[in-house]
């Protein structure tokens, strides 16, 4: 069974950037597509990006495709979201998900294609 753990959130004001690192153990990240999720309290999970176990596919949602970065080092089993300019209306915990089979080709965004999940890490964008 993958564990995940998210690092890297934290306080950063408008305009600002952070990297955020999500490390496996159990099972080697080359296995899965990996997702970033966001949520804010009171509203649902939204899923920001997606990248497959080789690569080929690299998805984002439009609110921050020109901003944010996934990328992923599965020999150091690490994947990762670069955020520039970030935004306010960024704020919120933001997770990473691991997906068995090949989320990124179809519904990714949908939180149900997952089977590990991390406690995730805390954004906030400060105007």
């Known amino acids: 069974q993958v564990q995940l753990v998210e690092s890297g959130g934290g306080l950063v004001q408008a305009g600002g950037s952070l990297r955020l690192s999500c490390t496996t153990s159990?099972?080697?990240?080359?296995?899965?597509?990996m997702g970033w999720f966001r949520q804010v309290p009171g509203k649902e999970r939204e899923g920001i990006a997606c990248?497959?176990?080789?690569?080929?596919?690299?998805a984002y949602i439009s609110s921050v495709e020109e901003r944010f970065t996934i990328s992923r080092d599965n020999a150091k089993n690490t994947l990762y979201l670069q955020m520039s300019l970030l935004k306010p209306e960024d704020t919120a915990l933001y997770s990473c998900?691991?997906?068995?089979?090949?989320?990124?080709?179809?519904?990714?965004?949908?939180?149900?294609?997952?089977?590990?999940w991390g406690q995730g890490t805390e954004v906030t964008v400060s105007s």
């Open positions: 998900a691991a997906a068995s089979d090949d989320a990124c080709a179809g519904s990714w965004r949908s939180g149900g294609q997952y089977r590990a």
């Open positions: 159990g099972s080697p990240l080359s296995a899965y597509d």
């Open positions: 990248i497959s176990r080789s690569e080929d596919i690299i």
